[in-house]
Protein backbone atom coordinates (compact mmCIF):
# COMPACT_ATOMS: atom_id res chain seq x y z
CA UNK A 1 0.00 0.00 0.00
CA UNK A 2 1.17 3.15 -0.91
CA UNK A 3 1.20 6.66 1.75
CA UNK A 4 -1.87 7.66 0.28
CA UNK A 5 -3.99 5.24 0.62
CA UNK A 6 -4.14 4.76 4.18
CA UNK A 7 -6.76 6.61 5.79
CA UNK A 8 -5.78 9.52 8.41
CA UNK A 9 -6.86 8.96 11.68
CA UNK A 10 -5.23 11.95 13.17
CA UNK A 11 -4.40 15.77 11.27
CA UNK A 12 -1.43 16.52 14.12
CA UNK A 13 0.63 13.23 13.78
CA UNK A 14 -0.39 11.44 10.33
CA UNK A 15 -1.54 13.94 7.72
CA UNK A 16 -1.13 13.52 3.96
CA UNK A 17 -0.56 16.14 1.86
CA UNK A 18 -1.23 13.92 -1.19
CA UNK A 19 -4.25 12.80 -0.15
CA UNK A 20 -7.36 13.52 -2.59
CA UNK A 21 -9.71 15.78 -0.44
CA UNK A 22 -6.81 17.80 1.12
CA UNK A 23 -5.44 18.21 -2.33
CA UNK A 24 -8.32 19.77 -3.36
CA UNK A 25 -9.12 21.49 -0.50
CA UNK A 26 -6.51 21.88 2.25
CA UNK A 27 -8.38 24.49 4.33
CA UNK A 28 -10.34 22.72 6.84
CA UNK A 29 -7.11 20.37 7.72
CA UNK A 30 -5.08 23.48 8.04
CA UNK A 31 -7.23 24.86 10.78
CA UNK A 32 -7.85 21.39 12.62
CA UNK A 33 -4.28 21.16 12.73
CA UNK A 34 -3.60 25.44 13.65
CA UNK A 35 -6.53 25.36 16.01
CA UNK A 36 -5.20 22.02 18.02
CA UNK A 37 -2.89 21.84 21.29
CA UNK A 38 -0.41 20.90 18.20
CA UNK A 39 -0.61 23.62 16.28
CA UNK A 40 2.94 22.37 14.19
CA UNK A 41 1.80 18.52 12.72
CA UNK A 42 4.18 16.08 12.43
CA UNK A 43 3.60 12.79 9.84
CA UNK A 44 5.35 9.51 8.90
CA UNK A 45 3.98 9.46 5.65
CA UNK A 46 5.89 10.47 2.50
CA UNK A 47 9.32 10.40 4.25
CA UNK A 48 8.17 12.30 6.85
CA UNK A 49 7.96 16.21 7.82
CA UNK A 50 6.44 18.75 10.36
CA UNK A 51 3.73 20.97 9.51
CA UNK A 52 3.30 24.32 11.11
CA UNK A 53 0.25 26.22 9.98
CA UNK A 54 0.34 29.39 12.14
CA UNK A 55 1.55 32.55 10.77
CA UNK A 56 4.09 33.06 13.46
CA UNK A 57 5.79 29.96 13.23
CA UNK A 58 5.80 29.73 9.43
CA UNK A 59 7.64 33.20 9.26
CA UNK A 60 10.11 32.40 12.10
CA UNK A 61 11.31 29.31 10.41
CA UNK A 62 11.43 31.30 7.23
CA UNK A 63 13.67 33.61 8.79
CA UNK A 64 15.57 31.23 10.34
CA UNK A 65 17.45 30.53 7.59
CA UNK A 66 20.59 28.76 9.17
CA UNK A 67 18.55 26.59 11.15
CA UNK A 68 15.98 25.91 8.56
CA UNK A 69 18.15 25.62 5.59
CA UNK A 70 17.36 25.58 2.02
CA UNK A 71 19.28 22.56 1.48
CA UNK A 72 16.27 20.99 -0.31
CA UNK A 73 13.31 22.64 -0.99
CA UNK A 74 10.56 20.70 -2.34
CA UNK A 75 7.79 18.69 0.15
CA UNK A 76 9.14 15.32 -0.59
CA UNK A 77 12.94 13.85 -1.31
CA UNK A 78 14.23 13.99 -4.03
CA UNK A 79 13.92 11.06 -6.50
CA UNK A 80 16.21 8.33 -5.44
CA UNK A 81 19.21 8.03 -7.43
CA UNK A 82 19.03 11.28 -8.64
CA UNK A 83 22.81 12.02 -8.25
CA UNK A 84 24.18 10.70 -11.14
CA UNK A 85 25.49 11.97 -14.39
CA UNK A 86 27.81 15.43 -14.80
CA UNK A 87 25.23 17.97 -14.17
CA UNK A 88 23.41 16.00 -11.22
CA UNK A 89 24.32 18.67 -8.69
CA UNK A 90 22.59 21.48 -10.40
CA UNK A 91 19.99 23.04 -7.91
CA UNK A 92 17.95 25.87 -8.54
CA UNK A 93 19.62 28.90 -7.29
CA UNK A 94 19.14 31.12 -5.43
CA UNK A 95 16.45 29.25 -3.94
CA UNK A 96 17.95 25.96 -2.90
CA UNK A 97 21.21 28.22 -1.63
CA UNK A 98 22.31 28.90 1.78
CA UNK A 99 24.40 31.67 2.61
CA UNK A 100 26.92 32.72 1.31
CA UNK A 101 26.86 31.60 -2.34
CA UNK A 102 22.72 32.96 -1.74
CA UNK A 103 24.27 36.42 -1.86
CA UNK A 104 25.18 36.63 -4.98
CA UNK A 105 22.84 33.54 -6.65
CA UNK A 106 19.82 36.00 -5.59
CA UNK A 107 21.70 39.41 -6.78
CA UNK A 108 22.09 38.64 -10.15
CA UNK A 109 18.79 37.92 -10.90
CA UNK A 110 17.17 40.25 -8.96
CA UNK A 111 17.67 43.19 -11.29
CA UNK A 112 15.29 41.06 -14.17
CA UNK A 113 12.56 40.99 -11.49
CA UNK A 114 12.50 44.55 -10.72
CA UNK A 115 9.07 46.29 -10.31
CA UNK A 116 10.56 48.72 -13.46
CA UNK A 117 11.95 45.71 -15.04
CA UNK A 118 8.71 43.35 -15.49
CA UNK A 119 6.68 46.66 -16.55
CA UNK A 120 7.90 46.53 -19.94
CA UNK A 121 5.89 42.39 -20.38
CA UNK A 122 2.70 44.07 -19.70
CA UNK A 123 1.61 44.48 -23.12
CA UNK A 124 2.83 41.19 -24.16
CA UNK A 125 1.21 39.27 -21.84
CA UNK A 126 -2.14 41.54 -21.90
CA UNK A 127 -1.82 40.60 -25.84
CA UNK A 128 -1.23 36.90 -25.04
CA UNK A 129 -4.60 36.80 -22.60
CA UNK A 130 -6.41 38.28 -25.47
CA UNK A 131 -5.02 35.83 -27.92
CA UNK A 132 -6.36 32.67 -25.62
CA UNK A 133 -9.78 34.16 -25.08
CA UNK A 134 -9.93 34.58 -28.97
CA UNK A 135 -9.74 31.19 -29.35
CA UNK A 136 -12.61 30.24 -26.94
CA UNK A 137 -15.06 33.26 -27.15
CA UNK A 138 -17.36 32.26 -29.53
CA UNK A 139 -17.79 28.95 -27.79
CA UNK A 140 -19.18 30.15 -24.94
CA UNK A 141 -17.70 27.66 -22.43
CA UNK A 142 -13.60 27.12 -22.03
CA UNK A 143 -11.52 25.49 -19.47
CA UNK A 144 -10.22 28.27 -17.25
CA UNK A 145 -6.96 26.24 -15.83
CA UNK A 146 -6.01 24.10 -19.49
CA UNK A 147 -7.20 26.85 -22.22
CA UNK A 148 -6.69 29.75 -20.03
CA UNK A 149 -4.24 30.07 -16.89
CA UNK A 150 -2.03 27.03 -18.09
CA UNK A 151 -0.41 29.37 -20.89
CA UNK A 152 0.46 32.78 -19.00
CA UNK A 153 3.44 32.27 -17.47
CA UNK A 154 5.21 29.04 -19.22
CA UNK A 155 4.96 32.09 -22.69
CA UNK A 156 6.10 34.97 -19.98
CA UNK A 157 8.64 32.92 -18.75
CA UNK A 158 10.13 31.35 -22.08
CA UNK A 159 10.29 35.01 -24.09
CA UNK A 160 12.14 35.71 -20.57
CA UNK A 161 14.76 33.33 -21.62
CA UNK A 162 14.32 33.47 -25.02
CA UNK A 163 13.87 29.44 -25.88
CA UNK A 164 11.14 28.56 -28.52
CA UNK A 165 7.40 28.83 -27.53
CA UNK A 166 6.52 26.41 -29.54
CA UNK A 167 8.07 23.69 -26.76
CA UNK A 168 5.34 25.14 -24.49
CA UNK A 169 3.57 21.43 -24.03
CA UNK A 170 7.56 20.22 -22.59
CA UNK A 171 7.86 22.34 -20.59
CA UNK A 172 4.68 22.38 -18.92
CA UNK A 173 5.31 18.28 -18.75
CA UNK A 174 8.78 18.86 -17.08
CA UNK A 175 7.44 21.28 -14.76
CA UNK A 176 4.37 18.78 -13.71
CA UNK A 177 6.61 16.23 -13.69
CA UNK A 178 8.86 18.05 -11.00
CA UNK A 179 5.92 19.81 -8.66
CA UNK A 180 3.03 17.71 -9.62
CA UNK A 181 4.00 13.94 -9.68
CA UNK A 182 6.35 13.63 -6.43
CA UNK A 183 5.35 10.29 -5.63
CA UNK A 184 6.35 9.14 -9.19
CA UNK A 185 10.10 9.07 -8.75
CA UNK A 186 10.59 8.34 -12.20
CA UNK A 187 8.61 10.69 -13.85
CA UNK A 188 10.28 13.27 -11.74
CA UNK A 189 13.81 11.83 -12.28
CA UNK A 190 13.32 11.93 -16.25
CA UNK A 191 12.03 15.91 -16.18
CA UNK A 192 14.76 16.86 -14.39
CA UNK A 193 17.32 15.15 -16.89
CA UNK A 194 14.75 16.68 -19.47
CA UNK A 195 15.20 20.25 -18.65
CA UNK A 196 19.10 20.07 -17.58
CA UNK A 197 19.46 18.80 -20.85
CA UNK A 198 17.73 21.28 -22.70
CA UNK A 199 19.21 24.02 -20.95
CA UNK A 200 22.57 23.00 -21.60
CA UNK A 201 21.93 22.64 -25.50
CA UNK A 202 20.38 25.98 -25.49
CA UNK A 203 24.02 27.48 -23.41
CA UNK A 204 26.12 25.58 -26.41
CA UNK A 205 23.63 26.71 -29.12
CA UNK A 206 24.39 30.60 -27.72
CA UNK A 207 28.13 29.58 -27.61
CA UNK A 208 28.48 29.27 -31.65
CA UNK A 209 25.48 31.53 -32.06
CA UNK A 210 25.80 34.31 -30.06
CA UNK A 211 22.36 35.97 -29.12
CA UNK A 212 21.71 39.50 -27.39
CA UNK A 213 18.97 40.11 -25.13
CA UNK A 214 18.00 37.01 -23.60
CA UNK A 215 18.21 35.32 -19.85
CA UNK A 216 19.93 32.79 -20.68
CA UNK A 217 23.12 35.01 -22.26
CA UNK A 218 22.77 37.36 -19.37
CA UNK A 219 23.43 34.44 -17.27
CA UNK A 220 26.13 32.98 -19.54
CA UNK A 221 28.29 36.90 -19.73
CA UNK A 222 27.60 37.34 -16.25
CA UNK A 223 30.73 37.58 -13.78
CA UNK A 224 31.42 37.91 -10.58
CA UNK A 225 34.33 39.29 -8.58
CA UNK A 226 35.66 39.07 -12.05
CA UNK A 227 35.10 35.46 -13.17
CA UNK A 228 32.45 34.17 -15.28
CA UNK A 229 29.61 32.11 -13.58
CA UNK A 230 29.72 28.25 -13.36
CA UNK A 231 27.78 26.71 -15.85
CA UNK A 232 25.76 25.14 -13.39
CA UNK A 233 24.73 27.88 -12.13
CA UNK A 234 23.41 28.98 -15.44
CA UNK A 235 21.39 25.98 -15.59
CA UNK A 236 20.19 26.19 -12.10
CA UNK A 237 18.52 29.50 -12.22
CA UNK A 238 16.72 28.46 -16.12
CA UNK A 239 15.41 25.06 -14.00
CA UNK A 240 14.27 27.52 -11.42
CA UNK A 241 12.97 30.32 -13.95
CA UNK A 242 10.74 27.07 -15.27
CA UNK A 243 9.90 25.36 -12.06
CA UNK A 244 9.49 28.19 -9.95
CA UNK A 245 7.70 30.32 -12.38
CA UNK A 246 5.43 28.32 -14.46
CA UNK A 247 3.28 26.18 -11.90
CA UNK A 248 2.59 28.66 -9.35
CA UNK A 249 1.71 31.54 -11.32
CA UNK A 250 -0.48 29.22 -13.50
CA UNK A 251 -2.26 27.99 -9.97
CA UNK A 252 -2.73 31.47 -8.76
CA UNK A 253 -4.23 32.98 -11.81
CA UNK A 254 -6.57 29.65 -12.17
CA UNK A 255 -7.55 29.79 -8.40
CA UNK A 256 -8.99 33.22 -8.74
CA UNK A 257 -10.58 32.32 -12.05
CA UNK A 258 -12.17 29.87 -9.97
CA UNK A 259 -13.39 31.82 -7.31
CA UNK A 260 -14.30 34.96 -10.21
CA UNK A 261 -16.52 32.57 -11.70
CA UNK A 262 -18.47 31.79 -8.32
CA UNK A 263 -18.42 35.30 -7.04
CA UNK A 264 -20.41 37.75 -9.15
CA UNK A 265 -20.64 40.28 -6.63
CA UNK A 266 -16.45 40.60 -6.57
CA UNK A 267 -16.61 41.21 -10.27
CA UNK A 268 -19.19 43.90 -9.98
CA UNK A 269 -16.75 45.67 -7.36
CA UNK A 270 -13.74 45.62 -9.44
CA UNK A 271 -15.95 46.41 -13.09
CA UNK A 272 -17.16 49.71 -10.39
CA UNK A 273 -14.03 50.40 -8.76
CA UNK A 274 -10.92 49.45 -10.58
CA UNK A 275 -8.84 51.24 -8.21
CA UNK A 276 -9.64 47.74 -5.92
CA UNK A 277 -7.33 46.43 -8.28
CA UNK A 278 -4.10 46.52 -6.02
CA UNK A 279 -5.30 45.88 -2.92
CA UNK A 280 -7.89 42.76 -4.50
CA UNK A 281 -4.43 41.19 -5.93
CA UNK A 282 -2.98 41.09 -2.80
CA UNK A 283 -6.13 39.31 -0.60
CA UNK A 284 -6.53 36.89 -3.92
CA UNK A 285 -2.81 36.02 -3.35
CA UNK A 286 -3.95 35.84 0.57
CA UNK A 287 -6.75 33.41 0.02
CA UNK A 288 -5.28 31.61 -2.61
CA UNK A 289 -1.33 31.38 -1.86
CA UNK A 290 -0.23 28.43 -4.10
CA UNK A 291 3.03 27.49 -2.71
CA UNK A 292 4.73 25.24 0.19
CA UNK A 293 7.86 24.88 0.16
CA UNK A 294 10.23 23.19 2.23
CA UNK A 295 13.36 23.33 4.55
CA UNK A 296 15.84 20.89 6.03
CA UNK A 297 16.71 21.14 9.36
CA UNK A 298 20.58 21.69 10.01
CA UNK A 299 20.81 20.60 13.75
CA UNK A 300 18.66 19.33 16.72
CA UNK A 301 16.85 22.14 18.09
CA UNK A 302 12.97 22.06 20.26
CA UNK A 303 11.02 24.16 18.29
CA UNK A 304 7.98 25.43 19.90
CA UNK A 305 7.99 22.13 22.06
CA UNK A 306 8.86 20.03 18.74
CA UNK A 307 11.60 18.24 18.88
CA UNK A 308 12.96 18.56 15.56
CA UNK A 309 16.19 16.39 13.86
CA UNK A 310 18.60 16.98 12.23
CA UNK A 311 17.89 16.71 8.61
CA UNK A 312 14.04 16.95 9.38
CA UNK A 313 11.81 18.26 6.66
CA UNK A 314 9.54 21.55 7.61
CA UNK A 315 6.94 22.26 4.96
CA UNK A 316 6.42 26.03 5.27
CA UNK A 317 2.47 26.09 4.29
CA UNK A 318 1.85 29.71 3.47
CA UNK A 319 -1.53 28.85 2.09
CA UNK A 320 -1.93 27.61 6.07
CA UNK A 321 -0.34 31.42 7.37
CA UNK A 322 -2.43 33.11 5.31
CA UNK A 323 -5.41 31.64 6.82
CA UNK A 324 -4.47 31.99 10.63
CA UNK A 325 -7.17 34.12 12.33
CA UNK A 326 -4.32 35.46 14.70
CA UNK A 327 -3.12 37.64 11.98
CA UNK A 328 -5.89 38.28 9.92
CA UNK A 329 -10.13 38.97 10.80
CA UNK A 330 -12.11 36.74 8.97
CA UNK A 331 -9.56 34.65 7.21
CA UNK A 332 -11.54 32.71 4.67
CA UNK A 333 -13.23 35.69 3.44
CA UNK A 334 -12.26 37.49 0.52
CA UNK A 335 -12.24 41.21 1.59
CA UNK A 336 -11.22 42.92 -1.66
CA UNK A 337 -10.31 46.20 0.13
CA UNK A 338 -8.45 44.32 3.00
CA UNK A 339 -6.90 47.05 5.42
CA UNK A 340 -4.21 44.57 6.89
CA UNK A 341 -2.45 42.12 4.78
CA UNK A 342 0.95 40.89 5.69
CA UNK A 343 0.44 38.12 3.47
CA UNK A 344 3.54 35.21 3.06
CA UNK A 345 2.02 34.01 -0.60
CA UNK A 346 5.67 34.89 -1.93
CA UNK A 347 7.20 33.51 1.95
CA UNK A 348 9.49 35.51 3.73
CA UNK A 349 13.11 36.33 4.78
CA UNK A 350 16.18 36.03 2.59
CA UNK A 351 14.09 33.50 0.03
CA UNK A 352 11.21 35.66 -0.38
CA UNK A 353 10.15 35.29 -3.78
CA UNK A 354 12.63 36.99 -6.62
CA UNK A 355 9.71 36.88 -8.92
CA UNK A 356 6.59 38.58 -7.12
CA UNK A 357 6.12 41.69 -9.48
CA UNK A 358 5.81 39.29 -12.50
CA UNK A 359 3.85 37.23 -11.15
CA UNK A 360 1.77 39.99 -9.93
CA UNK A 361 1.56 41.83 -12.93
CA UNK A 362 0.70 38.28 -14.94
CA UNK A 363 -2.14 37.37 -11.87
CA UNK A 364 -3.32 40.92 -12.66
CA UNK A 365 -3.63 41.10 -16.16
CA UNK A 366 -5.24 37.96 -16.43
CA UNK A 367 -8.06 38.55 -14.50
CA UNK A 368 -8.38 42.48 -16.05
CA UNK A 369 -8.45 40.95 -19.89
CA UNK A 370 -10.54 37.81 -18.96
CA UNK A 371 -13.06 40.25 -17.05
CA UNK A 372 -13.08 43.00 -19.85
CA UNK A 373 -14.04 40.46 -22.61
CA UNK A 374 -15.79 37.75 -20.49
CA UNK A 375 -17.58 39.91 -17.35
CA UNK A 376 -20.06 37.48 -16.64
CA UNK A 377 -19.51 33.62 -16.24
CA UNK A 378 -20.03 30.45 -14.04
CA UNK A 379 -18.78 27.50 -12.97
CA UNK A 380 -20.54 24.46 -15.38
CA UNK A 381 -19.83 22.13 -12.42
CA UNK A 382 -18.32 22.48 -9.59
CA UNK A 383 -17.86 19.14 -8.70
CA UNK A 384 -15.82 18.30 -11.94
CA UNK A 385 -12.99 20.90 -11.14
CA UNK A 386 -10.07 18.82 -10.81
CA UNK A 387 -6.78 19.94 -8.44
CA UNK A 388 -2.87 20.12 -8.05
CA UNK A 389 -1.33 20.02 -4.78
CA UNK A 390 1.37 18.88 -2.28
CA UNK A 391 3.97 21.55 -3.25
CA UNK A 392 1.26 23.68 -5.78
CA UNK A 393 -2.12 24.15 -4.91
CA UNK A 394 -4.40 24.97 -8.15
CA UNK A 395 -6.74 23.80 -9.84
CA UNK A 396 -5.81 21.71 -13.29
CA UNK A 397 -9.56 21.71 -15.00
CA UNK A 398 -12.21 24.22 -14.68
CA UNK A 399 -14.87 24.62 -17.19
CA UNK A 400 -16.77 27.71 -17.20
CA UNK A 401 -19.84 28.76 -19.52
CA UNK A 402 -20.58 32.23 -20.39
CA UNK B 1 4.16 45.82 -1.39
CA UNK B 2 4.77 49.69 -0.06
CA UNK B 3 5.39 51.06 -3.40
CA UNK B 4 2.02 49.48 -4.50
CA UNK B 5 0.35 51.80 -1.13
CA UNK B 6 1.86 54.41 -1.12
CA UNK B 7 3.97 55.28 -4.59
CA UNK B 8 4.73 58.66 -3.81
CA UNK B 9 6.64 57.47 -0.66
CA UNK B 10 8.01 54.59 -1.42
CA UNK B 11 9.76 53.08 -4.77
CA UNK B 12 12.30 50.36 -5.74
CA UNK B 13 16.19 50.42 -6.98
CA UNK B 14 17.77 48.88 -9.51
CA UNK B 15 17.59 45.23 -8.24
CA UNK B 16 14.14 46.17 -7.21
CA UNK B 17 14.57 46.61 -3.05
CA UNK B 18 12.48 48.74 -1.80
CA UNK B 19 13.81 52.92 -0.97
CA UNK B 20 12.54 55.61 -0.04
CA UNK B 21 11.74 58.52 -2.06
CA UNK B 22 11.27 61.36 0.01
CA UNK B 23 13.58 63.18 3.03
CA UNK B 24 11.92 64.34 6.07
CA UNK B 25 8.56 64.49 7.14
CA UNK B 26 6.19 62.41 5.51
CA UNK B 27 3.19 65.09 4.39
CA UNK B 28 0.08 64.82 5.93
CA UNK B 29 -1.76 64.17 3.18
CA UNK B 30 0.00 60.90 2.46
CA UNK B 31 -0.27 59.55 6.07
CA UNK B 32 -3.34 57.28 5.18
CA UNK B 33 -1.06 55.54 2.76
CA UNK B 34 1.92 55.07 4.53
CA UNK B 35 0.04 53.57 7.16
CA UNK B 36 -1.17 51.16 4.74
CA UNK B 37 2.17 50.68 3.47
CA UNK B 38 3.31 50.35 6.84
CA UNK B 39 0.56 47.42 7.91
CA UNK B 40 1.09 45.86 4.92
CA UNK B 41 4.53 45.09 4.69
CA UNK B 42 5.04 41.80 5.03
CA UNK B 43 8.67 41.71 6.21
CA UNK B 44 7.96 44.22 9.06
CA UNK B 45 10.74 46.86 7.49
CA UNK B 46 8.84 49.94 7.69
CA UNK B 47 8.78 52.04 11.25
CA UNK B 48 6.67 55.18 11.33
CA UNK B 49 8.29 57.57 13.92
CA UNK B 50 5.88 60.13 15.17
Redesign the interface.
Known sequence: MTDTQKPVKDMTTDYDIFDPEFVKNPYPGYSEIRESQCPIAHTDRHKGSWLPTRYDDVVAIAQEYETFTSRQILVMPPAEGRVEGPYAAVGAPPITSDPPDHHWHRRLILPVFAPQAVAKYETSTRNLCNALIDEFIDKGTADAAADYAQHIPVRVIATMLGVPLEMEPEFTDWVRGVLENMTDDEWRMRSFRSIVEFFLGQVEDRKKNPRENDLITDLMNAEVEGKKVPIEYVLGVCQLMLVAGIDTTWSAIGSCMWHMAQHPEHRKQLRENPDLWPTAIEELLRVYAPVTMARIVDHDIEFQGCPMKAGDRVLMAFPAANRDPRQFENPDEVILDRENNRHVAFGSGIHRCAGSNLARLELRVALQTWLARIPEFELVDPSSVTWAGGQVHGPRKCMVKF | ?C???APEVFG??????AKILISGDVPEALHAKVR?AE??????AITITE
Not at chain 2, 12 to 17: Q, V, Y
Not at chain 2, 39 to 44: T, V, Y
Open positions: MAIASDEIGNRSNCPER
